[in-house]
């Protein structure tokens, strides 16, 4: 049995990776951070199941801030992997508390190499989660594993440090260490402060009369949007590969943050007109398609009066989405595209989830919770 070990075990990718392993016949490992309220929200359904809590799964409380800690865990665990997820992984609160951003994203991982070498793990093998944000001002369309960098945000320069240490530990010291360049990958456990997952939760509360509009900044911001757990996938393939290299997981295909808010509200049955341009642009109701809501949600008991509210609360001409300024960045990143030639060929990866189905779970899961709690 093989032992794994995860930071950021309780965050989006952490929790689908934790489900892939055990799958796997893994013994798995996680570290958390302490908290004063309980955040193991997305793997609760596994610290709840006796069968896998302290027999396939393991927490142990722990920070990448904190060298003492990660040497005593690896002296504990002896992992044969370990897949380095934790971060502060928002690029916007990035500006606002760049020191932190730094002593996690940067040294929290020369802290777990320095600790590999010093407790001895010859044989384990690091995953280190880079992170599309490294290319910002793009030197080229699209990027790949050879494309210069241009970081555009504390936690690009971050993440920055730490891709290329990982380089300088592979080559100084042989140490089995690589990066996975990932490009945007969301699910309905991406946290609800990130874009995508924003703009699904709110046109559901929308949508059920809970908010009044949604605000976004940079409309024309186009990313390369996955689906989580086959990214998660790639990372296990990655670190299955005969030699340590670093790889880019990406669709290949860009789109802009105006288009996950149209194709969201879309499946809602609701079309939207834009008026307006930069700071004051706002998207307001064209037409609503009852029917159109009734495929999404299909719910006995809660349908008959979700409709009724649907209908009810939208109405042609309201504004629901709009910009606040608030929101862009100091710098911005235009557009990342990625170019996933190299793991489609070594690895045998490829993103499968298409745009449009990928939009429409993530509203799905957003309107049943909505349902779930009523109106």
């Known amino acids: 049995m093989k032992k794994a070990l995860i930071t950021g075990i309780t965050g989006q990718d952490g929790s689908y990776l934790t489900e892939l392993l055990l ?85 929290g991982t020369l802290r777990f190499l320095d600790a590999i070498r010093e407790v001895g793990l010859r044989e384990v093998k690091f995953y280190q989660a880079s992170t599309s944000e490294l290319y910002g001002k793009v030197r080229e369309v699209p990027q790949s594993e050879e494309t210069p960098f241009y970081p555009r945000s504390p936690y690009g320069v971050a993440k920055l440090y730490g891709y290329w240490i990982i380089v300088n530990y592979r080559e100084a010291y042989d140490i089995f260490a690589l990066n996975g360049i990932l490009f945007n990958h969301e699910s309905p456990r991406r946290g609800e402060t990130f874009v995508t997952r924003k703009i699904t939760r709110a046109a559901a509360r929308i949508a059920a009369g809970l908010d009044n509009k949604l605000l976004l900044g940079n409309l024309n911001a186009k990313r390369d949007w996955g689906y989580a757990p086959e990214y998660c996938d790639g990372m296990w393939r990655i670190l299955q590969h005969k030699n340590a290299d670093d790889f880019v997981l990406a669709t290949g295909e860009t789109r802009t943050v105006r288009d996950f808010t149209i194709l969201t509200f879309s499946n809602l049955g609701i079309e939207l007109e834009w008026k307006g341009e930069g700071k004051n642009e706002i998207g307001v109701i064209k037409k609503v398609d009852l029917d159109k809501a009734k495929k999404l949600i299909d719910h006995s008991t809660n349908k008959g009066s979700y409709i009724q509210e649907f209908s009810n609360k939208l109405k042609q001409g309201r504004t629901v989405v709009a910009v606040d300024p608030k929101y862009y960045r100091p710098t911005e990143v235009d557009m990342l595209v990625g170019d996933p030639s190299k793991a489609a060929k070594l690895i045998n990866w490829k993103a499968e989830t298409k745009f449009e189905d990928l939009v429409q779970l993530m509203i799905k899961s957003d309107m049943d919770k909505v349902l779930r709690r009523g109106f």
Do not use: C, W
């Open 23 to 107: 799958e796997k016949g893994y013994e798995v490992h996680g570290i958390i951070r302490r908290s004063s309220s309980f955040n193991t929200g997305r793997i609760d359904h596994l610290y709840n199941d006796p069968e896998i809590l302290d027999k396939k799964m393991f927490l142990h409380y722990g920070d990448l801030v904190d060298t003492s800690n990660l040497n005593r865990l690896l002296e504990k665990i002896e992992p044969d992997e370990i897949y380095n997820l934790a971060a502060q992984s928002h690029v916007k609160v990035s500006f606002e508390i760049p020191d932190y951003t730094a002593q996690v994203d940067a040294l």
